[in-house]
């Protein structure tokens, strides 16, 4: 499959390495890098071949969060756009996270906001000791809805709420504490971690592990159609609030909100 913003490649062991690869925008989601991952997912998803597949990012950052022109584009959309685009990005979200291979996260560089949410999309995660996280949405006027049921899913409610609401920055050791990633590692290390998750995968019988994946997700916190579409209408609701206008202004106009102290 063609790909403006992904880079796909297969070894010949059925190790798919899936690249966001929007290097010059930290490989911030826009609308076309979400519809190639929801597209990338399903096929990865239908490919008996693929064994494991690998998410990472090109450059400096792992994933940087929402495109700034997507989100100029948001601020002037209607509550029905803005619904449709959120629900797009809930699907992608869902796709990954019920992709019926193993998923490993790669985080090279820093993970903001939707980076984040693709992190605990992952069955497992590895980043480097060096990388920086945040969900930064509130600094913005806005919340981290569409990634929600996965990050407290991942994190726990009372782990998640020491970095939900605050967009505070924090370090790759405290993202390990949060349970966002499962260890750190030197970056020239990296490589070699995440391929030390991959190996036991290439012993185990592959419908196996896709069956104990499933089952994993059933028992595990409910993540239906409800709550998805409660975490879209969430997110439309408020980029209509007049903290979101205010938020996303000062940010366009590099200036504090009104709120900042």
């Known amino acids: 499959m063609a790909s403006s913003t992904l880079l796909l490649e297969v070894d010949n062991r059925g190790v798919a390495t899936l690249t966001l690869n929007r290097p010059q925008r930290h490989n911030a989601l826009d609308a076309t890098m979400i519809a190639e991952l929801q597209q990338t997912a399903s096929m990865l998803a239908a ?33 029905m756009e803005r619904i449709a685009q959120a629900r797009l990005l ?45 969900l930064t949405e509130t600094r913005l006027g806005l919340i981290p ?50 391929e030390a998750e991959v190996v036991p995968y290439l012993a185990a019988a592959p419908g196996a592990v896709s069956a104990a994946k499933t089952l994993a997700r059933r028992l595990g916190p409910r993540i239906d159609a409800a709550v998805i579409e409660a975490s879209v209408t969430a997110l439309a609701d408020v980029w209509e609030t007049e903290e979101a206008r205010e938020g996303l202004a000062a940010f366009f106009d590099k200036r504090k909100p009104g709120w900042a102290l």
């Open 145 to 194: 809805a569409t990634i929600g049921p996965y990050v407290i899913a991942r994190l726990g409610e009372a782990m998640a709420r020491r970095v939900f609401m605050s967009a505070r920055i924090f370090d790759a050791a405290e993202a390990m504490a949060l349970g966002i990633v499962a260890r750190t590692i030197a970056p020239g290390q990296l490589d070699a971690a995440v």
């Open 47 to 79: 490919d008996s071949a693929v064994r494991v597949v690998v998410l990472t990012g090109a450059g400096a950052s792992f994933c940087a969060g929402g495109d700034l022109d997507w989100m100029r584009q948001q601020m002037t959309a209607s509550r």
């Open 90 to 134: 809930a699907e992608m979200l869902n796709a990954l996270n019920t992709l019926p291979k193993p998923l490993i996260g790669k985080a090279q560089g820093a993970a903001y906001g939707g980076g984040v949410g693709l992190l605990c999309v992952c069955d497992v995660a590895l980043a480097a000791d060096t990388a920086r996280f945040g």
